[in-house]
């Protein structure tokens, strides 16, 4: 028989868990984009247009009722934008798995931002979490071949990007402690759009193919609506009421997703040295999430 905390965490539980799946497959998406002419950030500016428009109605009706975005979401919601749109070019241009592993480095950053920005308290677990992490990674980027262990392509910096950018909003709402889910979902959408346009426009070549404008709008407005909003509201909504170690530990579905799939559907390369880095990372992660929540050397503001 179930507690009532145990029920209480299903529900946050099962909103990660889907909202990880989702994520795993995000690359099948965001590649029907590009392959419709909606080529590298033009298929994140159709999705979060696409996406904002989708929330605007309900957000309006949220503001006349008093609901406002403090400085801390506005924050939190331009990291994400940021995670977002490096996350789609990233799995354009480079290998899914790869791209899905080394954006799991985000745990890793998360407790370096928890050291640095929040004041945590190093401890000999965390620290050698970090080291698997960060080995795991240089395994995969070539350590052992001769080479310096640095990202060599487009899609693995942006990965990388993607990963620090998330910790770093998830430190942010971690330290702000109750924003809302629903206008920082929308803001993230909003300014991921705006990101993406500025991209595409510095870019030089015409916004949208005249025929693939339609077709490819079409299928970015189904793709946010069916699977966009609710992976990224589902995600803001458990995370915020989860700690940060399981709901690292949960989102590794994501890995399992972007493989079983990419395997499936792709004929990309995975070898040894990727399998014994992705091994070393998904390590670190489960080994982050393992422990408990790190007490800060001085209390954040808003706690007592």
């Given at each position: 028989?179930?507690?009532?905390?145990?029920?209480?965490m299903?529900?946050?539980?099962?909103?990660?868990?889907?909202?990880?799946?989702g994520?795993?497959?995000?690359?099948?998406?965001?590649?029907?984009?590009?392959?419709?002419?909606?080529?590298?950030e033009?298929?994140?500016l159709?999705?979060?247009?696409?996406?904002?428009?989708?929330?605007?109605?309900?957000l309006?009706l949220?503001?006349?009722?008093?609901?406002?975005?403090?400085?801390a979401?506005?924050?939190?919601a331009?990291?994400?934008?940021?995670?977002?749109?490096s996350w789609?070019?990233?799995?354009?241009?480079?290998?899914?798995v790869?791209?899905?592993?080394?954006?799991?480095?985000?745990?890793?950053?998360?407790?370096?931002?928890?050291?640095?920005v929040?004041?945590?308290?190093?401890t000999?677990?965390?620290l050698?979490?970090?080291?698997l992490?960060?080995?795991?990674?240089?395994?995969?980027l070539?350590?052992?071949?001769?080479d310096?262990?640095l990202?060599?392509e487009?899609?693995?910096w942006?990965?990388?990007?993607?990963?620090?950018?998330?910790?770093?909003?998830?430190?942010?709402?971690?330290?702000?402690g109750?924003?809302?889910?629903?206008?920082?979902?929308?803001l993230?959408?909003?300014?991921g759009a705006?990101?993406?346009?500025?991209?595409?426009?510095?870019?030089?070549?015409?916004?949208?193919?005249?025929?693939?404008?339609?077709?490819?709008?079409?299928?970015?407005?189904?793709?946010a609506?069916?699977?966009?909003?609710?992976?990224?509201?589902?995600l803001?909504?458990?995370?915020?009421?989860?700690?940060?170690?399981?709901v690292?530990?949960?989102?590794l579905?994501?890995?399992?997703?972007?493989?079983?799939?990419?395997?499936i559907?792709?004929?990309?390369?995975f070898?040894?040295r990727e399998?014994?880095?992705?091994?070393?990372?998904?390590?670190?992660?489960i080994?982050?999430?393992?422990?408990?929540?790190?007490?800060?050397?001085?209390?954040?503001?808003?706690?007592g």
């Amino acid at each position: 028989m179930s507690t009532p905390r145990q029920s209480s965490m299903a529900m946050p539980v099962a909103a990660i868990v889907i909202s990880a799946a989702g994520w795993g497959l995000w690359w099948i998406g965001v590649r029907a984009l590009d392959a419709r002419g909606l080529t590298g950030e033009r298929a994140s500016l159709a999705l979060f247009v696409c996406s904002s428009l989708i929330l605007l109605p309900h957000l309006l009706l949220r503001y006349r009722r008093g609901a406002r975005m403090d400085g801390a979401t506005i924050l939190a919601a331009a990291l994400y934008a940021l995670v977002m749109v490096s996350w789609n070019h990233a799995l354009i241009v480079g290998d899914v798995v790869r791209v899905t592993l080394l954006f799991y480095l985000a745990p890793v950053w998360a407790t370096l931002f928890g050291f640095f920005v929040l004041g945590d308290r190093p401890t000999a677990k965390r620290l050698a979490g970090i080291g698997l992490g960060l080995g795991g990674a240089a395994t995969i980027l070539g350590a052992g071949t001769g080479d310096l262990p640095l990202p060599r392509e487009l899609g693995d910096w942006l990965a990388l990007a993607a990963g620090v950018g998330f910790a770093a909003s998830a430190t942010v709402m971690r330290r702000a402690g109750g924003t809302s889910d629903y206008e920082r979902t929308f803001l993230a959408f909003a300014l991921g759009a705006l990101l993406a346009l500025a991209l595409v426009l510095a870019d030089g070549s015409p916004m949208f193919p005249p025929q693939s404008l339609a077709p490819g709008m079409a299928l970015a407005f189904g793709f946010a609506a069916i699977w966009v909003v609710p992976t990224t509201w589902l995600l803001f909504w458990g995370a915020s009421r989860l700690d940060p170690g399981r709901v690292s530990i949960l989102l590794l579905v994501e890995v399992l997703a972007a493989a079983g799939s990419a395997a499936i559907l792709t004929d990309e390369p995975f070898g040894p040295r990727e399998w014994i880095g992705g091994i070393m990372i998904v390590a670190a992660a489960i080994f982050e999430g393992r422990n408990p929540p790190p007490a800060p050397e001085h209390p954040v503001e808003g706690e007592g």
